[in-house]
T-cell receptor, first 113, second 113 residues
Framework: EADIYQTPRYLVIGTGKKITLECSQTMGHDKMYWYQQDPGMELHLIHYSYGVNSTEKGDLSSESTVSRIRTEHFPLTLESARPSHTSQYLC????????????FGPGTRLTVL | QKEVEQNSGPLSVPEGAIASLNCTYSDRGSQSFFWYRQYSGKSPELIMFIYSNGDKEDGRFTAQLNKASQYVSLLIRDSQPSDSATYLCAVNGWSGGGNKLTFGTGTQLKVEL
């Protein structure tokens, strides 16, 4: 079944640790996105990719980095986590045809102590 | 002026009533319009999209688009308590060399017994 996956779903980690949030999709989509959302607040686009080896920063400045080596995989890395990084991180993908509808993964809730 | 504007609510309606959610957008070149539902702590899920002026119906949901007025709405008929969620309006337009989805801040809907 075509879907979009995120792991881990929940992560509690100490300050200074390096973390990677995984996102994979079996939708066959070229475009992938990372959003950050605090509880009760709006979605903020932090990174996006239109294809392999293509990555761009989004509207909200983020200390995270991303890579796109394979079409189906779009991991997000924080080199040194801080409490200010505590948030929900949502991955999405869309195809490059028609309406460009975005579909979201289940999200990763990150807590940095 | 925000690119996509929604009333944050909460919008309270009694069970069985029609809920009307509204959204305005600033980019006249926008082509596609989306409604997502987001339960607290969950990721957004697509309800429906619309790209032509007029109405589009899907079950209890009707999306309405008026490009001249730059206005898109979502009607939910026979509202149920399970419809209580935040509803995000998203607009697809051209930005930074590619199509980009811009989200509103969402309207919180509460359906009361």
């Amino acid at each position: 079944e075509a879907d979009i996956y995120q792991t881990p779903r929940y992560l509690v980690i100490g300050t200074g640790k390096k973390i990677t949030l995984e996102c994979s999709q079996t939708m066959g989509h070229d475009k992938m996105y990372w959003y950050q959302q605090d509880p009760g607040m709006e979605l903020h686009l932090i990174h996006y990719s239109y294809g392999v080896n293509s990555t761009e920063k989004g509207d909200l400045s983020s200390e995270s980095t991303v890579s796109r080596i394979r079409t189906e995989h779009f991991p997000l890395t924080l080199e040194s986590a801080r409490p200010s990084h505590t948030s929900q991180y949502l991955c999405a993908s869309s195809d490059d045809r028609g309406t460009d509808t975005q579909y979201f993964g289940p999200g990763t809730r990150l807590t940095v102590l | 002026q925000k690119e996509v504007e929604q009333n944050s609510g909460p919008l309270s309606v009694p069970e069985g009533a029609i809920a009307s959610l509204n959204c305005t957008y600033s980019d006249r070149g926008s082509q596609s319009f989306f409604w997502y539902r987001q339960y607290s702590g969950k990721s957004p899920e697509l309800i429906m999209f619309i790209y032509s002026n007029g109405d589009k119906e899907d079950g209890r949901f009707t999306a309405q688009l008026n490009k001249a007025s730059q206005y898109v709405s979502l009607l939910i008929r026979d509202s149920q308590p399970s419809d209580s969620a935040t509803y995000l309006c998203a607009v697809n337009g051209w930005s930074g060399g590619g199509n980009k989805l811009t989200f509103g801040t969402g309207t919180q809907l509460k359906v009361e017994l």
